[in-house]
Each structure stands twice: as C-alpha cells, then as structure tokens.
C-alpha cells in the first residue's frame, strides 16, 4: 500500500495520522512519565489511544440461535470499530479480548478468531463467537453484548494465516479443514481470497471441508452456499453429525491432500484424526506433513473432582516455565514449586506483600485463607495463600 | 462473651500478650478475619468506580496544573496547588494502594500492582519490596521493620542512643524536606550497609531502575514542562519543585502519624518469632495509629488516615477503610484494646514530642500490656 494513503478510520473514530505519530512520540512519553500518554487519553475519550487497542461494537448479529435439546450453542458475530492503534490483521489471525463482565468488575482476556477478511489498519472487523457453556466471557458477548459498548484489545495475532495472496500468486492448491467454531479463521482466509479477487482455476482449487453437528447448527450457511453455487475455483464440502472426518474420503476430494497446503482447526477429536491422515509412514517415524498448519487455543485442563471429605485430592501441578510437576499436594504452591528445587520471588509468606503473584494459565486452584475454588484460565494468584485444586499450570 | 476476664489484672501476665490469651487473640483473628472475608466478598463495580473517579479527578487536576503555568503571575498559584493536589492524590490514594494490590482484582493493567508506577522518584518496584513485604509484615519490630526511624532517626526506646541522634529533629525536617528522595534511597539500606549487614554490591541490582526514574521524574518536572512554557521557565521549574515539595511535606506528615504517635508500640524480634495469625493482627492494631477528620482529609491520605485499618486489611481497597472502622474500633472496645486516633494536629505534636525526647538518651519503656499505665489511647471510645 502507499505511504500516502492514511489509513480509514470509518466513524471517525481516534486521533489523525500527524496527531497518531505525536501521541506515539518520546517526547509526550517523556511528559505522560510515569503513567504513559493512554492512562490520559483514556479518562477523556476511551477510543482515543497512542499505543493500546479498544473497539466499540458496532453492531450484533446473531447466527445461529443454538438448542438446549442437542447441546448446541448460539452463535453471534460482533462487528467492531477499533480505534487508529489497530494495526489490522492477516486472515487466520486471532486477537484477545478484554472485557469487563458485569456485577464483578473484572476484566476477563479471552482469545477470539476474526472472522472477516484481512483487515487494514484502523479497520472494522468482525469475531465471530460461540457461546460455550463454560465460558462466561463467550456467553457475555454472544447473549449480552449490545452496540456502543467498549472492548479491550490486544493487536492481532498468531501464526496460522494464510499464505496465499492475489498479490504473490501461487499455483497451491488450498484445503481447509475445520470443525464447529474452528470454521472461523478459514472463513476469514476463503473471505479474503474471494475479495481479492483470487482466481481459484487453472489448477488453484480451493476445497473447503467442514463439519458441524447439523444445518441448523451451520453457521455462515448462507454464505458458504453461495460461494459454493458461484463460479470461483472454491469446492464447499459440508459434513453433518455422524459423518465423521475420514481418511477414505479425503483422498477422494483431494488425491494429494498430504502435499496440500492445509489449515485445520477444529476440536480435538477431529485435530486426531486428521493429523494420523497427516502422518508419514511408520518407517519414517510416522513425521507430519509440513503442509499441515494447525490452529490450536490453550488446551483445556480437565478440573479434576472435588474431593469429598476425607477422599484424596487428585491432580497434577505443571510449573508451566520450569517444566517441572509434581503431584497437587494441597499445600501452598509456592511451598511445592520450593520442594521440586524452583526458587519463586516470594515476601510474606500470608498473602499480603504480592511479590509472589503470578498467572495461572489454566486449571484449578483453592485460595488457603478463604476456600474459596477457582479454575478461570489465566488468572493472577498469590502462590504463597494459593494450592492445587485438582490439575493446573502455573506460569513458573 | 465475657468481658470482665478480657483484662483481668489478677490473671498471671506470663500466660498472656498484649494483655490478651492465647484463646482470646486466636478469637480476634478469627473475627477480624470474616470481617476481610466479608468486604473481599462485595468488592465490584463501586469500588472501580471510585477508583476510576478519582484517577480522572487527579489527570484533570495535573493536565490544569500544567497549562495554569502558562499564565503569567496570576496562574502561578492555582498551577501549583493544582499540580500539588495532582501529585498526593497520585502517590497516595491511587498510587499507594493501586501497588498494594488493592485494585488487583479488576484484572485492569492500568491499576495492576505489578505495572503501576507513582509520579516520586522512588521507583514502585523497589518501594513494594520494602513496603508491602518488609513494613507490613513486620512492622513495629524493632530491628526488622526499617520504617522505625526510616534508618536514620530513632523513634523507639529500644533504639540504642548515639550522639548522631542528637540530630533528631533536624533529620526529620531534612526527611520531610525531601521525602521522595527518602523514600527512594530507602531501598538501598544505607544504615544496614554502615552497620555491616549489608554490602554496598547488594545495592548494585537497585541501581538501574533507581537512576533511570530518577532521571525520567527529573527530565519532566525539571526540563521538559518548563521548557514547553518557553520565557516562563523559571516560573514553571520553580513551582513543579514548590508541588513536589508540597507533596513531600504532606505524605511525610500523615505517614509518621501512622506508627509514631505516643501510645503505639513497638515489638521485640523475640516476641514475635513464633507469632499465630491472631497475634500479627494484634500487632497491627497495637503499632498503628489513626487520624480523625474529614472525607478530604481522608481521600487526601489516601485513607491511610486509617493506619490501623489499613494495617490488618493491607490489600482491600483503602475506600472500604472507614466502614472497616466502626467495626474495628468495636472490637477494639470490646477487647479492651486501644484504638490509637486523634485529630491531625494532635498526632503531629505528639509525633514531634517523640522525635525531640528520643534525640537524647532513654526515653520511657516500651508501653506497657493493655490496661497498664503506659497505655495511652486519645480516642474516647464513647465519642
């Protein structure tokens, strides 16, 4: 793109370029010392940021509306205006999401993937969510979220993107794979090739295949049959509830599936089998194929069962950092990160000083001085007043 | 429950501390603890509200603070109060309890203990290791808690006497002077290195991040801002330093009021080697000491006007401090424990009878148990 086209800011949203490169200058970090130019801007304006990222929703579309009977949740997708810090992002990429839930004032970072297609700097884009049962964060957005709210933002992010691009043609074939929810960055990728004109002829397929547990579940579905009927090289496969991912069939679509260049992202049980479709051959140690490009968000950590009374607590506590584990003993876990030799910043000792806080990534864990459980992914804890409550991982 | 045995003379003292049984602190450390319980329970939207609001009272303050030096002459002294308002509303009500994790629960990053920094030179990573960990852990010990006297004056019988402390008075106006200097060379322990406990390499670490916020605090307040007034420098450099003295005089006032008013105690590192949760909550209540006044008065110390309450609840958020407190003194009452508090004026004077009568040798015992004759309290619990 050339220098002299600014970004588009649509709604007017944030400061200009020349007001942007000011905001970002030493100068008003040395004036804004200690605090930073964004704790000034945002008590007056919170779409006004020099570094950090924010978007107002824009608007709330609900997918599909899910079912209590088969255990399907509902879906929404959430266009937001981001503020002129956005740096955009590439197809496939995800990006954190912050957001205060209601009646607690915290702030719960969760990562959603873009489900729109690539987007420029400052540029709208949309996340397109699942409602999932356990996720209060995923329930908020999807039920909850109404127009001219604020989110927190992190920049775009990850490495599952896609490669191809009108721009540096290639003569790939592509090949998605996706599953549920996992459809979303693919929809963002096959949404920018169709945008940016890519020709899928002339030998440059692409073949989308998806699963999903029925039609009415389908989300995109509109979308997909219309880029199925048009003419554009794009081959949509959609599989409903027992058909399940097989090698047999892929090698009927895709002969060379193994040297295709793929995106799967889906739920663990179709992650498995695609990946043994993937594998080589035992005698050469079984490898992946380097085509294959998997998205994977934090794998979750089975929260084992409160023990009763007098029942063992059971679990595994994984120093995430270290690498170091050791059964969950249901002392602190600042005393068993010391007995397995790790050498935590700890003060107090009572949980009043914080210098041992750190993040637990994943799993549960039981507050000493009040009881009280806990298993919210990546939350800050005092180690120190702070032990296992089945398996969790500590960011140690 | 009876009162009557709570501090019954005729009791054998050797079985009691602080004028209260083993039985007795256990029990206060479990009521204090469901009082904790119970406010951690109701922390939410109000409390970042609060927060919030007092965060934009304070940019506003500081961004009018900055622009009034643009007005020659007349903007000079509103500049200054604003900006000096600005500056104890950063260090103490938000800056000092947003880095004893106070707001830690609403998962901000621009309220989180570990990436909050204050407008002082001291650096917050620095000061939260002598603070939150050391003072407040052990505070009121005598030779474990380097805020008794700060390492340079002596505040405590227990201190022993050397004609250095002759200088008493005039350390602690230098202190006063100067307090966010004090503050930030805190950390490196000077009196520990003289005494031999500690190595001038120790400090080696500190070094980096002190001079580097050292310089950013000084670049700002003494280059850049006057600078950007253009032909009114002098003026602007003249009145940043005037609001950063301001500031360094009053944090210094409410703090020594916190655990140097007659009537605090202290404790030996003896006593308190093996100490229950009870017992530390008993020593909290019995080194602290509050200020009476005003909701100014208490926003403008950053409720550390309620020292005591601030002490056994270090990580709830301050605003709660003054609902904590009529339940606190009730149990103080109930006890038979003293609540330390009186109006600013008081505290001060007294704090500054206890600096001129330590500068010379002596100085009466520690205070004695509850109910004993050295037991001052200048609350009336009856008010």
């Not at chain 1, 294959?292 to 934090?298: A, D």
Request: glycine share 10%; with cysteine.
């Amino acid at each position: 793109m050339s220098a002299l086209i600014s970004p588009p800011a649509p709604g007017g949203s944030g400061p200009g370029p020349v007001v942007g490169r000011l905001l970002r200058s030493r100068l008003a970090a040395a004036l804004a010392t200690p605090h930073g130019v964004d704790r000034y801007l945002e008590r007056f304006n919170p779409m006004w940021a020099a570094h950090e990222v924010r978007a107002r929703v824009v608007s709330v579309h609900r997918e599909t509306s899910g079912d209590a009977a088969t255990g399907s949740a509902p879906v929404a997708t959430l266009t937001l205006q981001p503020t002129s810090t956005w740096r955009g992002h590439r197809a496939g990429q995800h990006v954190l999401v912050g957001v205060e839930l209601p009646g607690t004032a915290k702030r719960h970072t969760r990562a959603f993937s873009i489900s729109s297609a690539a987007s420029a700097p400052g540029e709208r884009f949309t996340l397109t969510i699942r409602a999932h049962d356990e996720g209060q964060v995923s329930s908020y957005l999807v039920r909850e979220a109404r127009p001219g709210q604020l989110l927190h933002l992190s920049q775009a992010q990850g490495a599952f993107t896609l490669i191809e691009s009108p721009a540096t043609p290639t003569i790939s074939r592509l090949l998605f794979i996706t599953g549920g929810s996992g459809i979303t960055p693919a929809m963002s990728m096959v949404r920018t090739l169709l945008r940016d004109g890519y020709d899928g002829h002339a030998g440059r397929k692409v073949t989308f295949l998806h699963f999903a547990r029925g039609p009415e579940d389908q989300i995109f579905a509109d979308e997909l049959a219309a880029i199925a009927e048009a003419d554009n090289g794009v081959d949509v496969h959609l599989r409903y509830g027992d058909q399940r991912f097989s090698e047999f069939e892929l090698r009927r679509l895709v002969p060379d599936y193994r040297d295709t260049d793929t995106w799967l992202c889906g739920p663990a049980g179709l992650v498995e089998l695609v990946k043994d479709a993937y594998a080589g051959p035992e005698s050469s140690g079984g490898a992946l194929s380097p085509r294959l490009r998997m998205e994977f968000f934090k794998p979750a950590v089975a929260r084992a069962a409160q023990p009763a009374d007098g029942e063992e607590l059971t679990g595994e506590v994984t120093f995430a950092r270290s690498g170091a584990s050791a059964p969950a003993s249901g002392t602190s876990l600042l005393q068993q990160a010391e007995e397995l030799g790790l050498k935590p910043d700890f003060g107090c000792r009572m949980g009043i000083c914080f210098s041992c806080t750190r993040t637990k990534t994943a799993g549960a864990v039981r507050n000493v001085l009040t009881g009280e459980e806990s298993s919210l992914p990546d939350e800050e804890i005092r180690i120190c007043v702070t032990a296992a409550a089945g398996d969790c991982h500590i960011d140690l | 429950m009876s009162i009557d045995t709570l501090s019954d003379p005729a009791a054998p003292a050797d079985e009691k501390y602080h004028g209260l049984t083993a039985e007795q602190i256990d029990r206060l450390g479990a009521e204090l603890d469901t009082l904790r319980q119970r406010v951690l329970a109701d922390l939410g939207e109000e409390d970042a509200a609060y927060l919030r609001k007092v965060v934009t009272t304070q940019r506003k303050m500081e961004i009018a603070g900055r622009a009034l030096f643009y007005l020659p002459v007349v903007g000079w002294l509103p500049a200054v109060a604003c900006l000096s308002v600005s500056k104890i509303l950063d260090n103490m009500e938000i800056g000092h309890n947003v880095m004893h994790g106070q707001y830690d629960f609403l998962g901000d990053p621009a309220f989180n203990s570990r990436m909050f920094d204050w407008d002082t030179v001291c650096p917050g990573e620095q000061w939260k290791y002598s603070h939150n960990y050391i003072h407040h852990t052990f505070t009121n010990i005598v030779g474990k808690d380097r805020d008794v006297g700060y390492g340079i004056l002596r505040m405590d019988p227990e201190q022993k006497w050397h004609p250095y402390y002759l200088g008493n008075p005039l350390y602690a106006f230098l202190l006063m002077t100067f307090f966010e200097w004090g503050v930030a060379l805190h950390d490196l322990e000077v009196e520990n290195i003289v005494s031999g406990k500690r190595k001038l390499a120790d400090n080696k670490p500190l070094y980096p991040g002190l001079m580097r916020k050292i310089r950013r605090q000084a670049v700002k307040d003494y280059l850049l801002f006057p600078a950007l007034t253009g032909p009114l420098f002098p003026l602007t450099f003249a009145g940043n330093a005037v609001a950063n003295l301001v500031r360094n005089v009053w944090a210094f006032n409410i703090i020594f009021c916190g655990h140097f008013p007659a009537g605090v105690a202290s404790f030996s590192e003896e006593e308190t080697a093996d100490e229950t949760r009870g017992q530390w909550y008993l020593r909290q209540m019995l080194g602290s000491a509050n200020i009476t006044g005003s909701r100014l008065m208490h926003l403008m110390s950053g409720n550390l006007s309620h020292q005591i309450e601030h002490h056994l609840f270090p990580d709830l958020p301050a605003r709660r401090y003054p609902e904590l407190a009529v339940e606190v003194r009730e149990i103080c009452q109930r006890y038979g424990l003293p609540y330390n508090t009186g109006r600013l004026h008081q505290q001060l004077w007294s704090v500054f009878k206890k600096i001129c009568r330590y500068s010379l040798p002596g100085g009466e015992a520690k205070v004695a148990p509850v109910g004993g004759p050295g037991a001052v309290t200048e609350d009336s619990l009856a008010a």
